[in-house]
């Protein structure tokens, strides 16, 4: 396969720094991403040239500004296969899923019905809806995993046969096991019993070509900083015809039709939820790192990055001194895994020592640490520039660790 890693490499400035004295590994992409010079050019160039409020102004910087900041959500739309009007813009996965909450969930969950996550969602896919729950007093069921960490689809199903299921909440993409979810399937099952779909898909956007369109998505949210863009923006996508029938979330400037002093009526989507000065500097360096993404083509990334997790994935099933949590049927390039007789943290700090950043902790998924029966593990999540060289290197270093810890 023709993956140009050295020329990728080369486009991450951050990847030529020393840490600890040694080449820094970065292997911490599930929390975020680092970015090429294009994301970073964009951020300088937006604001050395073309800072001015957007929507509002009728002089020639503002309306500039305007253009890039539309042009930007019809960039990150048609990288998921949505309309334009569908994308919304956020601050990232977080205050999508809380949105769709507090707007879709406020407005469509009645005391008695049923909320359905996963064992494996993060905090911020399993916290809102539970919370959720309990304002309504509807029920909250959690679908658990199999050993290897897949969904348990005969508990999915009758998860869904709980009667008033209304909304099932679940990631694309596991970010502790890297479980890939077969969501077109599910969303089919979900839709069967007249619930909708919220998709977290912050771990997926980076890692494989996207088509909400094609899996009947009603809602999907991700960060720009976990694929390559910068921190604070993020978009949900959610169908049109739903968005439309949905309150606003938050209140103010440039969500609004007319305003007067006995009453509001709101425009339409998607600045119906975009109250205030929206991230219009993020947005247009959120569109570039898709730009950037799109010219390495997300086919080859996804392959490329199947390669190399596999690889890493073979070298750790040899190192006697470890233990790799869950092997779902299908992976993204996440691995989790835990030393036998070391604490994970003492271990991360080792490799840190060595130049390797990689997360050790709960992950922000409480119930399935919990549920495997574990609290801390290793995460070594790779990127679209990470290699197999660091990777053996990796390997040696967690060897040395590893003795040096027994
Ligand atoms: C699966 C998953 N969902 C949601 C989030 C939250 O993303 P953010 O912190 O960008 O809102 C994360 C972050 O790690 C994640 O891995």
Known sequence: MNYPIE????????????????????????????????????????????????????????????????????????????????????????????????????????????????MMDHHSNFVPWQQLALRKKARFTVVPLTDEGDIDRQYFKKALAIPHTKIVALPHVSNVLGTVNPIEELIKEIHAVGAIAAIDGAQAVAHMPIDVKKYDADFYTFSSHKMYGPTGIGALYGKASILRAMPPFLFGGEMIENVSTDATTFTDIPYKFEAGTPNFIGSVAFAEAVHYLESLGMDNIEQYEKQLSHYAYTKLSQIKGIKIVGNPSQRDPVLSFIPITAHPYDLGLFLDQQGFALRSGHHCAEPLMHSLGLTTTLRLSLGLYNSVEEIDAFIVALERSLKMLS
């Not at 957007?54 to 990150?76: F, L, W």
């Open 7 to 118: 020329q990728i490499r080369k486009d991450f400035p951050i990847l030529t720094q020393e840490m600890n004295g040694h080449p820094l590994v970065f292997f911490d992409n599930g929390a975020t991403t680092q970015k090429p010079q294009v994301v970073i050019d964009s951020l300088v160039k937006s604001y050395s040239t073309c800072n001015a409020n957007v929507h509002r102004g009728v002089y020639k910087m503002s309306r500039t500004a305007t253009q890039n900041h539309e042009d930007a959500r019809a960039t990150i739309a048609s990288f998921i296969g949505a309309n334009t009007e569908e994308i919304l813009f956020t601050s990232g996965t977080t205050e999508g899923i809380n949105l769709i909450a507090y707007t879709y969930g406020e407005a469509n969950i009645n005391e008695g019905d049923n909320i359905v996550v996963t």
